[in-house]
């Protein structure tokens, strides 16, 4: 069974700061896949990074970057330079071994408020 | 290129009464996928569809679902007798299914309430 943990159910940082979300997860599959998503108040799932097991470096897509510390089990997203913007909902989520697993299990979500 | 649709946005029905969510996936991806997101909440997973291979059910809470997919394009989520606790926002989601390329994309989603 997969399980993703987020510890932080809110989070207020100023704008221009630099954030970090946590994310921490557990898994018996040999090779997986973390993702993040951003949940606005809209309700639409926004995918913003992935990060595969083998994978060598750290995702980065513009100003996500993904902390991926396999022995700790974490993946943890940095937003740097945050916007209003940015104020929403997170949600990391796994996806197991590439055929027979792929459905996502997601965490609770941590709610991202900017302040100007 | 399109994203993935759903229709409706909003249904609002009385308790008992069957319900049907519909879900186009984007153009050439193969695996599609339901989710529930309960108020305050995470997404639960339903069910997952890829290709002309049984479907994985693991994820439906009660035999009152089901869903269909034709071939690799709409899927319907039915829920027969419906409850007020089935109140929630069904999202749907598709992606390849290549390695590399699994990254799901989802729909605006459908808000049920059940009243």
């Known amino acids: 069974a997969q399980k993703i943990t987020q510890t932080q159910p809110g989070m207020f940082v100023q704008e221009k700061e630099a954030v970090t979300l946590d994310c921490t997860y557990d898994?018996?599959?040999?090779?997986?896949?973390l993702f993040w998503y951003k949940q606005p108040s809209s309700g639409e799932m926004i995918f913003l990074i992935y990060?595969?097991?083998?994978?060598?470096q750290n995702a980065t897509e513009g100003r996500y970057s993904l902390n991926f510390q396999k022995a700790r089990k974490s993946a943890n997203l940095v937003i740097s330079a945050s916007q209003l913007g940015d104020s929403a909902m997170y949600f990391c989520?796994?996806?197991?071994?590439?055929?027979?697993?792929?459905?996502?299990?997601f965490g609770t979500g941590t709610r991202l408020t900017i302040i100007p | 290129g399109a994203g993935v649709s759903q229709s409706p946005s909003n249904k609002v029905t009385e308790k008992g009464k069957d319900v049907e969510l519909r879900c186009d996936p984007i153009?050439?991806?193969?695996?599609l996928y339901w989710y529930r997101q309960r108020l305050g909440q995470g997404l639960e997973f339903l069910i997952y569809?890829?290709?002309?291979?049984?479907?994985?059910k693991s994820g439906l809470p009660s035999d009152r679902f089901s869903a269909e997919r034709t071939g690799e394009s709409v899927s319907t989520l039915t829920i027969q007798r419906t409850q007020q606790e089935d109140s929630a926002v069904y999202l749907c989601?598709?992606?390849?299914?290549?390695?590399?390329?699994?990254?799901?994309?989802f729909g605006p989603g459908t808000r049920l309430l059940v009243l």
């Open positions: 989601a598709s992606s390849f299914y290549q390695i590399g390329k699994e990254t799901q994309y």
């Open positions: 898994t018996s599959d040999p090779s997986y896949g």
């Open positions: 990060q595969g097991s083998y994978d060598q």
């Open positions: 989520a796994m996806r197991g071994s590439s055929f027979g697993n792929e459905k996502l299990t």
């Open positions: 153009s050439g991806h193969t695996a």
């Open positions: 569809f890829q290709g002309n291979s049984a479907p994985d």
